[in-house]
């Protein structure tokens, strides 16, 4: 079985689409609003800016779109109330300022959208929200019921309650994970800079318009540093962009402070840094294995089962594996890698660790004398395996 639902596209089609032509097609758009994007120069919540986004937003939701918006600024709309300017650095005060803005930011939300026609539902997420299969899908419907009512999600982090273990590390993650959760069409990610720059900003860099595929070259130009007010960067938009991609759907980082930034994007007008997807879209069954799904190890294999799984779409069996790191049960996502720790693929596993060790490297006719019994004869199957382009 194929993990992949259309065709390949052609070099053509590929070309053909670098018009932007593909952006006013679009049906379903997740669009991201950092911090920075929000605030004024003192770091409070500027509600001008939000309301001109709020309002492009209702004109793409009228035009015949499904709107999804993933909003940070509530840490930053509830910082007055603490007397604070800066974002704190402690988890306390954190959780407080969200608790604070989260509620002051949402009604704005409801109040600028209803002014153009249209409701707006909260909605707060935690990592294992969508790390659960059950609660993934729940979260997956419950978005979809939305859309399906004309209704548009607004999204942030549960920051009042996520610890640092839990938490998705900044809201450019999470839109990635809710654009794969609902297959959206397109990720815009908006911050205060026109996209990927050829330098950091400041060291006079220009804008890279068009992304074929993300390289290791390009995390270096992104660097680290968020900001005083929120917790990403170019590194994590691009961390996003490349997990969209990856299964099959575009992305785009623009500046949201430019004019009717929304409206221009998405008449095909050629702003910000739009980034190419892979030839084929991943099906949702293997965007949970391959990108919510927390692996609990490492399953070393050799070159001859490399080319099996990469090539000609078999499934894992014990015969190709070399070694394994950590310690789970079965059922748990591991990851696959080559000797050297490239990872070629995710997937759900029939055995233990303990027992994993055990037939490491044997024929699989070999499983049930070692064993004991052999229930199953893959280690992991195909339809429980999903490639990681890396």
């Given at each position: 079985?194929?993990e992949?639902?259309?065709?390949?596209?052609?070099?053509?089609?590929?070309?053909?689409?670098?018009?932007?032509?593909?952006?006013?097609?679009?049906?379903?758009?997740?669009?991201?609003?950092?911090?920075?994007?929000?605030?004024?120069?003192?770091?409070?919540?500027?509600?001008g800016?939000?309301?001109?986004?709020?309002?492009?937003m209702?004109?793409?939701?009228?035009?015949?779109?499904?709107?999804?918006?993933v909003?940070?600024?509530a840490?930053?709309?509830?910082?007055?109330?603490?007397?604070?300017?800066?974002r704190?650095?402690?988890?306390?005060?954190?959780?407080?300022?969200?608790?604070?803005?989260?509620?002051?930011l949402?009604?704005?939300?409801?109040?600028?959208?209803?002014?153009?026609g249209?409701?707006?539902?909260?909605?707060?997420?935690?990592?294992?929200?969508?790390?659960s299969?059950e609660?993934?899908?729940?979260?997956?419907?419950?978005?979809?019921?939305?859309?399906?009512?004309?209704?548009?999600?607004?999204?942030?982090?549960?920051?009042?309650?996520?610890?640092?273990?839990?938490?998705?590390?900044?809201?450019?993650?999470?839109?990635?994970?809710?654009?794969?959760?609902?297959?959206?069409?397109?990720?815009?990610?908006?911050?205060?800079?026109?996209?990927?720059?050829?330098?950091?900003?400041?060291?006079?860099?220009?804008?890279?318009?068009?992304?074929?595929?993300?390289?290791?070259?390009?995390?270096?130009?992104?660097?680290?540093?968020?900001?005083?007010i929120?917790?990403?960067?170019?590194?994590?938009?691009?961390?996003?962009?490349?997990?969209?991609?990856?299964?099959?759907?575009w992305?785009?980082?623009?500046?949201?402070?430019?004019?009717q930034?929304?409206?221009r994007?998405?008449?095909?007008?050629?702003?910000?840094?739009?980034?190419?997807?892979?030839?084929?879209?991943?099906?949702?069954?293997?965007?949970?294995?391959?990108?919510?799904?927390?692996?609990?190890?490492?399953?070393?294999i050799?070159?001859?089962?490399?080319r099996?799984?990469?090539?000609?779409?078999?499934?894992?069996l014990?015969?190709?594996?070399?070694?394994?790191?950590g310690?789970?049960?079965?059922g748990?996502?591991?990851?696959?890698?080559s000797?050297?720790g490239?990872?070629?693929?995710?997937?759900?596993?029939n055995?233990?660790?303990?027992?994993?060790?055990?037939i490491?490297?044997?024929?699989?006719?070999?499983?049930?004398?070692?064993?004991?019994?052999?229930?199953?004869?893959?280690?992991?199957?195909?339809?429980?395996?999903?490639?990681?382009?890396?």
């Open positions: 079985m194929s992949f639902d259309q065709p390949t596209r052609t070099n053509a089609d590929a070309a053909a689409e670098s018009d932007r032509s593909w952006i006013r097609r679009a049906t379903r758009v997740v669009i991201k609003i950092g911090s920075r994007a929000l605030v004024d120069e003192q770091n409070l919540l500027d509600s800016q939000l309301e001109s986004l709020t309002r492009q209702a004109e793409l939701q009228r035009a015949g779109k499904q709107v999804i918006c909003s940070s600024g840490v930053a709309a509830g910082l007055r109330e603490l007397g604070l300017n800066d704190p650095g402690d988890l306390p005060s954190l959780q407080a300022a969200a608790a604070i803005g989260q509620a002051r949402i009604e704005l939300y409801r109040q600028h959208f209803a002014r153009h249209f409701h707006a539902a909260q909605v707060l997420l935690t990592h294992p929200d969508l790390r299969r609660r993934h899908l729940n979260a997956r419907n419950t978005l979809h019921r939305l859309l399906a009512g004309g209704i548009i999600p607004v999204i942030n982090e549960n920051d009042t309650v996520s610890v640092d273990e839990m938490r998705f590390g900044d809201n450019d993650r999470l839109s990635a994970l809710v654009a794969n959760l609902v297959h959206a069409d397109v990720l815009v990610l908006l911050t205060v800079t026109d996209g990927l720059l050829t330098a950091l900003t400041g060291e006079g860099g220009t804008l890279i318009p068009f992304v074929s595929k993300i390289t290791n070259e390009m995390f270096a130009l992104a660097g680290n540093a968020g900001s005083s929120s917790r990403g960067g170019m590194r994590t938009k691009l961390q996003a962009a490349e997990l969209v991609t990856q299964s099959g759907e992305a785009v980082i623009a500046n949201g402070r430019t004019e930034i929304l409206r994007l998405f008449a095909g007008e050629a702003l910000g840094t739009v980034f190419q997807p892979n030839s084929q879209k991943m099906r949702g069954r293997k965007r949970w294995i391959a990108f919510f799904e927390h692996p609990s190890g490492d399953v070393q050799d070159d001859g089962a490399a099996a799984l990469v090539h000609n779409g078999s499934s894992l014990a015969a190709g594996i070399t070694s394994v790191a310690e789970f049960e079965r748990a996502s591991v990851r696959i890698i000797a050297a490239g990872e070629y693929a995710r997937g759900l596993v055995f233990s660790s303990t027992d994993l060790r055990r490491a490297g044997c024929r699989s006719d070999a499983i049930e004398s070692i064993l004991g019994s052999a229930e199953f004869t893959e280690v992991i199957h195909r339809d429980n395996l999903t490639l990681i382009d890396s």
